[in-house]
T-cell receptor, first 111, second 110 residues
Framework: KAGVTQTPRYLIKTRGQQVTLSCSPI?????VSWYQQTPGQGLQFLFE???????NKGNFPGRFSGRQFSNSRSEMNVSTLELGDSALYLC??????????FGPGTRLTVL | GIQVEQSPPDLILQEGANSTLRCNFS?????LQWFHQNPWGQLINLFY???GTKQNGRLSATTVATERYSLLYISSSQTTDSGVYFC????????????FGRGTQLTVWP
C-alpha cells in the first residue's frame, strides 16, 4: 500500500506571496492532520480534517487554512507569507483516531 | 494542552552500545507513538504503544500509562540509528492532534 505523499517537496517563495501544499493520504484513511516543524518551536499541530470537515485546529493565525476533498486528499494554504513561515510542513493520515502515518514533508523557504 | 518531555535531549553512543530514551507526559492519553526522523525530515513510525510493551528487532518500547511515561530501548546501536527520536501523545478529546516532545538527538559513532 502506498504511503502518504506530499507535493511539492521543496518550495521557495517571497514574503507576501501565498502557497498551497498538497497531501494524499494512505488509501482508506479518512483523517488528515497537518503539522509545522521549526527549529525553535518544534512540531506544532495546524489542523485536522476528517470526511471533509475540520475537527480540530491549532493555535495558528487565520493566514493558515486548509481543506479536504471527497477523496480524502487535503490541501493547506498559507497567505501573505512571512519569513517565520519557513518550515517543514508535515502531513499525517490515519484511519480514524489511532496511529498516524506521516508523509515526507514539504520544505518551505520564505525569502 | 498536554506537556510532553523527552530525555535526554542529546545522546552520543559508540556502535554496539545500548540506550534508553524516556518520554513523560502530563495527562492521561489513549495514543502514544514513537517516531524516528530521518535526515530528510520524514517521521518514521517505530511504535504505536498506548500501553504495555512491544518489541521490533533491536528496538522495544514500554508505556506505563498510569504513571504517564514511556521508554524506548535501543540495543546494539548502529550508525543508521542516528537521528532524532520523537514521542507523541494524544487524548480522546483532541481529535487528530498529536502533542510532540522536543525529541532526543541520537548520534552513534562507528
Amino acid at each position: 500500500k502506498a504511503g502518504v505523499t506530499q507535493t511539492p517537496r521543496y518550495l521557495i517563495k517571497t514574503r507576501g506571496q501565498q502557497v498551497t501544499l498538497s497531501c494524499s493520504p494512505i488509501s482508506g484513511h479518512r483523517s488528515v492532520s497537518w503539522y509545522q516543524q521549526t527549529p525553535g518551536q518544534g512540531l506544532q499541530f495546524l489542523f485536522e480534517y476528517f470526511s471533509e470537515t475540520q475537527r480540530n485546529k491549532g493555535n495558528f493565525p487565520g493566514r493558515f487554512s486548509g481543506r479536504q476533498f471527497s477523496n480524502s486528499r487535503s490541501e493547506m494554504n498559507v497567505s501573505t507569507l512571512e519569513l517565520g513561515d519557513s518550515a517543514l510542513y508535515l502531513c499525517a493520515s490515519s484511519v480514524t483516531d489511532n496511529e498516524q502515518f506521516f508523509g515526507p514533508g514539504t520544505r518551505l523557504t520564505v525569502l | 494542552g498536554i506537556q510532553v518531555e523527552q530525555s535526554p535531549p542529546d545522546l552520543i553512543l559508540q556502535e554496539g552500545a545500548n540506550s534508553t530514551l524516556r518520554c513523560n507526559f502530563s495527562d492521561s492519553v489513549n495514543n502514544l507513538q514513537w517516531f524516528h526522523q530521518n535526515p530528510w525530515g520524514q517521521l518514521i513510525n517505530l511504535f504505536y504503544i498506548p500501553s504495555g510493551t512491544k518489541q521490533n528487532g533491536r528496538l522495544s518500547a514500554t508505556t506505563v500509562a498510569t504513571e504517564r511515561y514511556s521508554l524506548l530501548y535501543i540495543s546494539s546501536s548502529q550508525t543508521t540509528d542516528s537521528g532524532v527520536y520523537f514521542c507523541a501523545v494524544r487524548r480522546g478529546s483532541t481529535l487528530g492532534r498529536l502533542y510532540f516532545g522536543r525529541g532526543t538527538q541520537l548520534t552513534v559513532w562507528p
